[in-house]
């Protein structure tokens, strides 16, 4: 089955600090993206990053960064130097085929708190 | 990225009525997409929204009860229909935007049915 599995449910990190959220796929398509998406208690969903599959280089914006293990369908999200406002929830999704097309899925989140 | 306003950010319904939400977009899209979000979970797609064609259900959901309408490619809405209180949730709405699946999203109807 194609799914997005993030096993952590919750996880902390001290301010300043560094924290990687875990995640792995299982998709069929040949060619796609990968997005981590952040969600704070406001509830809209922010993307944070993305990665394109046929690139072996990992993307970086800013204190967010992935490591992307192709071979093992992993795609973990590295946040440095840790903020207050990185507080959120956290999805990891993949494309999944339906058909013709193919959709979106997203993993069941995590829940990032920083402690002050 | 697209810009997204969504209406209204909440309600409050009573059981049996039905609510219409809004997702209007600052440039036009070709794919608009909703999802329903438990307080805490995950999302879930409810339906694919192409301009000019019939919406597309994922298993689960069906027209009569999530009825949606895509009238030009800046606007879609979704009415939940004779709501119950398993209804209630976020309900967001995105579009496909840029390159193949990337979504961005409106910032979600929290609804509570009584």
């Known amino acids: 089955a194609q799914t997005v599995t993030q096993s952590q449910p919750e996880m902390s990190v001290q301010e300043a600090e560094t924290v990687t959220l875990s995640c792995t796929y299982d998709?069929?398509?040949?060619?796609?993206?990968l997005f981590w998406y952040k969600q704070p208690p406001s509830r809209q969903m922010i993307l944070v990053i993305r990665?394109?599959?046929?690139?072996?280089q990992n993307a970086t914006e800013n204190r967010f960064s992935v490591n992307f293990q192709k071979a093992a369908k992993s795609f973990s999200l590295k946040i440095s130097d840790s903020q207050l406002g990185d507080a959120a929830m956290y999805f990891c999704?993949?494309?999944?085929?339906?058909?013709?097309?193919?959709?979106?899925?997203f993993g069941k989140g995590i829940t990032l708190s920083v402690r002050p | 990225s697209a810009v997204i306003s969504q209406k209204p950010s909440r309600d409050i319904c009573q059981r049996g009525t039905s609510l219409t939400i809004q997702c209007q977009v600052d440039?036009?899209?070709?794919?608009m997409f909703w999802y329903r979000q438990q307080p805490g979970q995950s999302l879930t797609l409810i339906a694919t929204?192409?301009?000019?064609?019939?919406?597309?259900?994922e298993s689960g959901f069906v027209i009569d009860k999530f009825p949606i309408s895509r009238p030009n490619l800046t606007f879609s809405t979704l009415t939940v229909s004779n709501m119950s209180p398993e209804d209630s949730s976020i309900y967001l709405c995105?579009?496909?935007?840029?390159?193949?699946?990337?979504?961005?999203f409106g910032a979600g109807t929290r609804l509570s049915v009584l």
């Open positions: 995105s579009v496909e935007q840029g390159a193949k699946n990337i979504q961005y």
């Open positions: 998709t069929s398509e040949s060619d796609y993206y």
């Open positions: 990665q394109e599959a046929y690139k072996q």
């Open positions: 999704a993949s494309p999944v085929r339906t058909g013709a097309n193919s959709k979106l899925t």
């Open positions: 440039s036009q899209v070709t794919m």
């Open positions: 929204a192409n301009q000019g064609s019939e919406a597309t259900y």
